[in-house]
């Protein structure tokens, strides 16, 4: 059983930084997947992006391409969300999943974290 852990939510101000982290326990993330998603108030839930278990491959939502940068230290058993030039539309509550790649091919997200809220004013 994988538990995960978001830290590193806060307010920052429209053009500012915040880089979030994912840090598991319980099990070792370097087998899994890691991704972020989000969801504001009133909203679907929304996919940010994600990286694969060795870091070798990433995705990203074209809302947040060139503008975020997901890593990830496996030694730390942590995955990283970088958000820079934030917008007031990146306000959201931020999760990340662990997953593993299912039948079909599509990600099985197995394990969420609690969530940390990004606040960005204008």
């Known amino acids: 059983q994988v538990q995960l852990v978001e830290s590193g939510g806060g307010l920052v101000q429209a053009g500012g930084s915040l880089r979030l982290s994912c840090a598991a326990s319980?099990?070792?993330?370097?087998?899994?997947?890691g991704a972020w998603f989000r969801q504001a108030p009133g909203q679907e839930r929304e996919f940010v992006g994600s990286?694969?278990?060795?870091?070798?491959?990433?995705r990203y939502a074209d809302s947040v391409k060139g503008r975020f940068t997901i890593s990830r230290d496996n030694a730390k058993n942590t995955v990283y969300l970088q958000m820079n030039s934030l917008k007031p539309e990146d306000t959201a509550a931020y999760s990340c999943a662990a997953y593993v790649i299912g039948t079909g091919g599509f990600p099985r997200y197995d394990y969420w974290g609690q969530g940390t809220q990004v606040t960005v004013s204008s």
């Open positions: 319980g099990g070792t993330f370097s087998g899994y997947g």
């Open positions: 990286i694969s278990g060795n870091g070798g491959r990433t």
